[in-house]
């Protein structure tokens, strides 16, 4: 026998309604919130070069602005040429490897540098401009005579000029003729002649500025002191006028302090060869005086300063450097253009051949 309970709430449960629940839905939004317009259109793509007359693009915009639905104005006109584009600047440097290791790819090229082959000429007469000097005239103690050493292998004249301007075809002619006339006096062939002005030939210093002494006038290609040294053929030769040669000295009167004497200072050396003219210039390396009289792959400070074996054949300009062969002339232009020992830009390479028993 048991006792059975039961629950009056299972009993009536089948008696419960269950109501169904709408699904959840966002309030409406507010009335001050505007909806989204839908994005607009893009407009049509134009290029920057335009093939289309003055007159097309005058009804495309009237066509454009007669439209009154649409709220876009027409776009303008594209310029005649595109925007220039900046250029890239590189974060390496002329290394070729940067600091990482990795090998640079945005390098900058090295600018070309002309490489020449020197022509060898013949001058015939030489003024040794280290025995330049002024020496006072006895028979006129206010005028002043030019001396110096010179070399000649032929027969020929030296014209001494003041303040003499140059012409064409390496012609020299006075600016002031009131003071001063140029003086030409012949001399024979020889080593080592001792040339001095003719006493009452020569120039009054004190007539002119201490500055027109001791600068030229680039402007008008005036030097204080000109000294032009030229072949003359025998009488009876039938050589050509245009084949002989000049050697010329363009000079300054330079005075330190005052009452000491004058003295000359070269500035400027000019051959000219069968009508060319060719400004001459030292070069530093080459060695003193005729270089390759003297010349010996043997002695010290012959060979290039970069691979220390090969003889330096090679000048660079402006600088007038002789200090590497062609070999490494070749690879330093490939890298960079400055000379490593002065930091000078690289302008020009000429290689002189030179052998034991001169200059080719």
Known sequence: MGISCSN??????????????????????????????????????????????????????????????????????????????????????????????????????????????????????????????????????????????????????????????????????????????????????????????????????????????SKPSFEEDVFPLVIVAETSPPLSSTTDQSQLNDYITQAVLEKKKDGEPFHVKVLKHILWIEGVRYELREIYGLGSGSAAKDFNDSEPKKECVICMTEPKNIVILPCRHMCMCSECAKELRMQTNKWPICRQPIEELIEIKIRSGGVQ
Request: net charge neutral.
């Open 8 to 213: 009056s709430r299972r009993r009536h449960n089948h008696h419960q309604t269950y109501y169904q629940h709408h699904p959840h839905h966002l309030p409406p939004p507010p009335q001050h919130f505007p909806s989204a317009e839908p994005p607009p259109p893009p407009p049509p793509h134009q290029g920057y070069y335009s093939t289309s007359s003055a007159g097309s693009t005058t009804t495309t915009a009237a066509a454009s602005t007669a439209t009154p639905q649409s709220s876009y104005a027409p776009s303008p006109a594209p310029p005649l040429h595109p925007p220039p584009t900046l250029p890239i600047q590189s974060y390496y440097t002329s290394n070729p490897y940067n600091s990482c290791g990795y090998s640079n790819h945005m390098i900058q090229p090295v600018p070309y540098v002309e490489h020449q082959n020197a022509k060898k000429v013949r001058n015939e007469v030489n003024v040794h401009k280290g025995t330049l000097r002024l020496e006072l005239d006895e028979q006129n103690p206010d005028h002043h005579l030019i001396s110096f050493v010179f070399y000649a292998l032929v027969y020929g004249s030296i014209t001494v000029s003041y303040f003499a301007k140059e012409e064409p075809n390496c012609k020299f002619s006075p600016a002031y003729l009131d003071t001063h006339l140029p003086v030409r006096v012949p001399f024979q062939k020889g080593v080592a002649h001792k040339f001095c002005q003719p006493s009452g030939t020569g120039i009054s210093l004190g007539l002119f500025e201490l500055d027109d002494l």
